[in-house]
């Protein structure tokens, strides 16, 4: 089956970015000049994904103001002949279908795909983490991971390697390679110690995952941290099913993190024709003259 309906989570507190997300949704913060969601749905469009449902919960108003028209700057942008930044903002309320539903507490990302049950039906369906870009140079993320459900016609979880330093903040693979990029899952552990995990292959951020995970979830307890965790339930589905991990090209931002954040603003500046040579020169002066602080 197509796989044609994502969910972006984006209902978390979003505590590490305190206080910029005291009133505003960490999903919006900027990175250079488009909100960190923006970069999300563009990536579901060019996967081919044809309806969007975004969890939001409190605060989180500025997510749907974002994709929605804005008539007064619409007509602002058109009486000042702003040609240019009026085709911008239209492009974004036209963008893709998108559907909202409010998770009334955030009791974890489990709990919160929960609520996109009726939204889903069932089908296969894509998760996008709310505060995770993905920046490829050729096919999207989710559309390679796309691909591997075509091919595999099971659950897949975006996942790449990570450094020792780093499988304690992400699910974890325990699993057999089956290709170059794509391994067997026999099981999961969320956060783990170092000594506890069973690999290095991390989950990042996207999922495309079969509908079978609904029934799971209903009866899925809180687990660490207190929350109910996708990983909790995900594990149950590998123990019914066939899954796979697909080891996607791309470099992965955790925007929700402050070095994740900077890394991501730094790097997209930097890719950016209209703002790299002035920002490199800036950054290559600045460079040298904290070095020589240093010394
Ligand atoms: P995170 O764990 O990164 O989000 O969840 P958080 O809880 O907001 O972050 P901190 O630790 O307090 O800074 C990953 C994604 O899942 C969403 C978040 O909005 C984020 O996009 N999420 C998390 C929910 O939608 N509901 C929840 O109950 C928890």
Redesign the pocket.
């Known amino acids: 089956m197509k796989v044609k309906k994502a969910v972006i989570?984006?209902?978390?507190?979003?505590?590490?970015?305190l206080p910029a997300t005291k009133a505003m949704p960490?999903?919006m913060l900027p990175v250079v000049d488009k909100p960190t969601i923006q970069y999300i749905v563009e990536e579901a469009i060019d996967s081919g994904i044809e309806e969007i449902m975004i969890?939001t919960?409190k605060a989180k108003r500025a997510i749907e103001d974002h994709f929605d028209h804005s008539v007064e700057l619409e007509l602002e942008l058109e009486k000042k002949g702003k040609a240019e930044l009026l085709e911008l903002v239209n492009n974004i309320s036209d963008m893709v279908d998108i559907h909202y539903i409010r998770?009334k507490e955030?009791?974890?990302?489990g709990?919160?795909i929960a609520c996109a049950k009726t939204f889903v039906g069932n089908e296969p369906f894509a998760v996008m983490?709310?505060?995770d870009i993905v920046h490829t140079e050729d096919t999207p993320c989710l559309k390679q991971m796309i691909d591997c459900y075509d091919q595999y016609g099971s659950s897949v979880l975006g996942v790449q390697t990570v450094a020792d330093s780093e499988v304690s903040k992400y699910g974890i693979v325990d699993g057999k390679q089956l290709q170059d990029n794509v391994y067997s899952v026999k099981g999961l552990v969320e956060k783990p110690s170092v000594e506890e995990a069973p690999s290095n292959v991390a989950i990042l951020g996207r999922y495309i995952i079969n509908p079978e995970i609904f029934d799971i979830l209903a009866e899925t307890q809180p687990g660490k941290g207190g929350?109910i965790q996708l990983t909790d339930a995900l594990m149950e589905l590998a123990s019914k099913e066939d899954m796979v991990a697909y080891d996607f090209e791309g470099k992965r931002y955790d925007v929700?993190n402050k070095q994740g954040f900077l890394e991501a603003t730094v790097e997209t500046a930097l890719r950016r024709e209209d703002l790299r040579e002035e920002f490199l020169a800036y950054l290559e002066t600045l460079v040298e003259k904290e070095s020589v602080k240093q010394k």
């Open positions: 989570p984006a209902a978390g507190f979003g505590t590490r970015f960490k999903e969890i919960g998770q955030a009791k974890g990302l709990h919160a983490l709310g505060d929350e929700g």
